[in-house]
């Protein structure tokens, strides 16, 4: 069973080597404004990347996103950088307790499978209400739902009736 109920406290995420991060609750407007994020550095990186193509310029270490296998897995981690970085707020674990700020977050997020099991928990809460939403059947209630049976109204008959005349 699962429970609507909405996170609305700051609460800890267990990862690997140790770590503990203390988040803020995920909300749909934090996941876009991520996502948005993550698009506009993808979008950054290719626009270097095709200026320094033009200059005849090495990459030096800018993927290649014209790959779309690797482009796709430099977007989910700019996703994944923006989300620490917007909802980490605390840590235990990490030697010589370094300062919560965007660069030691994203060196953390950045361990593999640190990253990628912060996005899993982050984000369970709403894969569980959309796997719950998802099973449920066809709704009785709806006038297109075959659940309902085919006698939701009766026909309205193949009687004739002469038009009124305008009067």
């Not at 698009?39 to 005849?56: I, T, Y």
């Not at 674990?93 to 300062?99: L, Q, S």
């Not at 965007?102 to 899993?120: C, H, K, S, T, W």
Request: aromatic residues 4%; hydrophobic residues 35%.
């Amino acid at each position: 069973m699962i429970s609507l109920k909405q996170q609305t406290k700051p609460y800890d995420i267990d990862l690997p080597y140790g770590v503990t991060v203390t988040v803020k609750p995920l909300t749909t407007a934090s996941m876009a404004a991520a996502q948005a994020a993550a698009r506009r550095r993808v979008e950054a990186v290719e626009s270097q990347a095709r200026d320094r193509k033009e200059s005849g310029l090495p990459l030096d270490g800018l993927p290649d996103l014209d790959n779309e296998g690797e482009r796709d897995g430099f977007l989910q981690c700019q996703v994944v950088y923006e989300l620490a970085a917007r909802h980490v707020t605390a840590w235990t674990g990490i030697e010589d307790d370094p300062p919560v700020n965007r660069d030691n977050i994203i060196a953390v997020m950045d361990l593999y499978p640190v990253g990628e099991q912060f996005l899993q928990k982050l984000t369970l809460q709403q894969m569980l209400l959309n796997a719950a939403k998802n099973a449920s059947g066809l709704s009785a209630s709806g006038t297109s739902s075959q659940a309902e049976g085919p006698d939701t109204a009766k026909d309205a008959g193949t009687k004739a009736r002469p038009a009124r005349k305008a009067g």
